[in-house]
């Protein structure tokens, strides 16, 4: 099947490009700024620099049976009415586009990439995928167009953006860290494990229509996902104790709200249904994953 990646330069686009082209795909990927992988005769790229209703997919999508939608605008600041604007216009309008011209070139399904803080809906981020989410079903029922929508929470591997990127350069600083007390839960997902998990909703005749859930399991605390990474990285983990809510308000202070919602609160994913739905299993576990980031942290 000649399948259609959007963002696919970009954090999990690495890891999908590699388990797609394992099972015989051929590839076309759109990606924005960053250089794209090594050439491949499987791979062809399509250079797409803005996201937004008037992005241009259609060489992307000519010739592919199904869509894969990754691109988006993620960690960012957009805190505000401005940023909110700005999330709509990539996570929103440019999804719809691409829903319309992915049908008008014959794809029979779309895999949406959301974001399980779509059910929370407190950020920009979060409100812009839901948002998403919902806007597609309508449209995808008029358009007769299969559409799958996956919700994985923080993604693990190699060289992450965002928190983790942060929370990983104060362990290898050896900076005391105040979140002994915190006692969240947050569900995480390995990023060769998300890759294959979108991979099970390409073809699969039970996906088509649903909105599933996905993770690997069980959840870890904050204080013990520190404790994880500060061992592979062969770091101490400085952990103090202070008050949840004294640190959430340090945090949001200094204008780190998101963070504080990431680090303090819980957030967690339940891939039952997806597991039963598709037979879908992890390929790589959750533990691996993380010490395969932390000695790539290193290198």
């Not at 390409?202 to 605390?221: C, I, K, N, Q, Y």
């Not at 952990?239 to 709200?257: D, K, N």
């Amino acid at each position: 099947m000649r399948v259609a990646v959007t963002g696919a330069s970009g954090f999990v686009g690495e890891a999908l490009i590699r388990d797609l082209l394992a099972r015989g795909h051929d590839l076309a990927c759109s990606y924005a700024s960053r250089s794209p992988l090594a050439a491949d005769a499987r791979v062809s790229w399509h250079r797409i620099e803005e996201l937004s209703g008037d992005s241009d997919w259609r060489s992307l999508v000519a010739g592919a049976g199904v869509a894969v939608h990754l691109a988006a605008r993620a960690h960012r600041a957009d805190q505000n009415q401005a940023g909110l604007r700005l999330q709509r216009q990539a996570n929103v309008e440019a999804s719809l586009a691409l829903a319309h011209q992915a049908k008008a070139a014959g794809v029979a399904r779309l895999v949406f990439v959301s974001s399980i803080g779509a059910g929370l809906e407190r950020t920009p981020y979060q409100i812009a995928k839901r948002e998403a989410e919902q806007k597609l079903a309508v449209l995808c029922r008029e358009l007769s167009l299969e559409l799958v929508v996956l919700r994985p929470p923080l993604v693990i591997g190699p060289q992450p953006p965002g928190n983790l990127a942060t929370l990983m350069r104060w362990i290898d600083k050896g900076r005391p860290l105040p979140f002994a007390s915190v006692q969240n839960a947050r569900s995480f997902i390995a990023r060769e494990n998300l890759a294959s998990a979108i991979a099970a909703c390409l073809d699969h005749p039970s996906a088509a229509g649903r909105l599933f859930e996905v993770a690997d399991t069980p959840p870890l605390s904050t204080p013990g996902l520190i404790k994880a990474l500060a061992r592979a990285m062969g770091k101490p983990a400085r952990l103090f104790p202070m008050p949840p809510v004294l640190l959430g308000g340090v945090l949001m202070l200094l204008g780190r709200g998101e963070m504080a919602q990431s680090l303090l609160g819980n957030l967690t994913a339940n891939p039952a249904e997806f597991r039963n739905t598709l037979g879908w299993r992890p390929t790589v576990s959750l533990e691996a994953a993380i010490e395969e980031m932390a000695q790539a942290k290193l290198e």
